[in-house]
């Protein structure tokens, strides 16, 4: 079973699987669009076609084997219902995508151990960039300490 399963192939979750593949993690996709699998196939060992929303899809898939799961997919009722099915099939650690702070606490609450919300997160990130402007680059660790790559 792969290390990581990342489960929808939108913009965030294609280039999530693509970056994880690229540092030479095991990854298995899954997604219902076929083009998309397609596309991802040539960055991944193993990407697979199927609705994530039906149970026995991730059933066969042996979620519980996974280090780690990402629903990284828009739908917001898929979402929530790929992240219950999960933590019912015995996932490690699931990590899910949210389009705000109600969505986040919803996911938490069925069963993500993490929840990102890109928009957010990249938000504040560039935010901190912009106003400080010798960082180069950082690493928040914990809500008041960070790690900073720093121009002299």
Do not use: W
């Not at 996932?91 to 995508?97: C, D, E, L, P, Q």
């Not at 997160?121 to 809500?143: C, G, H, K, M, Y």
Request: aromatic share 6%; glycine share 4%.
């Amino acid at each position: 079973m792969a290390r990581f399963l990342v489960i929808g192939l939108g913009k965030f979750g294609f280039y999530l699987a693509r970056k994880l593949a690229e540092e030479k993690q095991e990854v298995l996709c899954l997604d219902k669009d076929e083009r998309v699998v397609e596309e991802i196939s040539q960055y991944v060992p193993e990407a697979l076609v199927g609705d994530a929303t039906r149970k026995e899809v991730l059933k066969n898939l042996a979620v519980s084997e996974a280090e780690k799961v990402v629903v990284a997919t828009g739908d917001l009722t898929a979402s929530i219902l790929i992240t219950l099915y999960l933590k019912e099939l015995g996932a490690k650690h699931i990590v899910a995508k949210a389009r705000d702070e109600d969505h986040a606490r919803i996911l938490s609450l069925v069963g993500a151990n993490r929840v990102i919300i890109p928009e957010k997160d990249s938000a504040l990130r560039e935010a901190q960039l912009l106003v400080t402007p010798n960082i180069i680059d950082f690493l928040p660790l914990l809500p008041d300490f960070s790690v900073a790559k720093i121009d002299p």
